[in-house]
């Protein structure tokens, strides 16, 4: 399996930006996709979930109102709409999936077995 984050730049502070993790090599039809994110200097942090069945989702509390993920599974995606940007979100963006993760660690980085390579984000006029 590969994931392939993509959709990355740099751009000002309230702008939007619309990130992709596309899937390959084999479709997943339980579990999770996630994006994480880390900033210079600090650790990844979980940003928001999403699973493949039932369309459950969750957000990180400083990106709450703001991020929107979503996934279209005829295309193997799942998207990060970022709205609102601020400085605070600039980051690289991972995405990780898994098809066996189970509810309680779907915010949990160590939980997900398949990762994107990242794509950096950068908020600053």
């Known amino acids: 399996v590969q994931l392939q984050a993509s959709g990355g730049g740099l751009v000002q502070p309230g702008d939007s930006l619309r990130l992709s993790c596309v899937f390959s090599?084999?479709?997943?039809?339980?579990?999770?996709t996630a994006w994480f994110r880390q900033a210079p200097g600090k650790e990844r942090d979980f940003v928001s979930v999403?699973?493949?069945?039932?369309?459950?989702?969750n957000y990180a509390e400083s990106v709450k109102g703001r991020f929107t993920i979503s996934r279209d599974n005829a295309k193997n995606t799942v998207y990060l709409q970022m709205n609102s940007l601020r400085p605070e979100d600039t980051a690289v963006y991972y995405c990780?999936?898994?098809?066996?993760?189970?509810?309680?660690?779907?915010?949990?980085?160590?939980?997900?077995?398949?990762w994107g390579q990242g794509t950096q984000v950068t908020v600053s006029s």
């Open positions: 090599g084999r479709t997943f039809s339980s579990g999770a």
């Open positions: 990780a999936a898994d098809p066996s993760i189970i509810h309680s660690s779907l915010r949990s980085q160590v939980a997900y077995k398949y």
């Open positions: 999403i699973k493949f069945r039932g369309g459950y989702t």
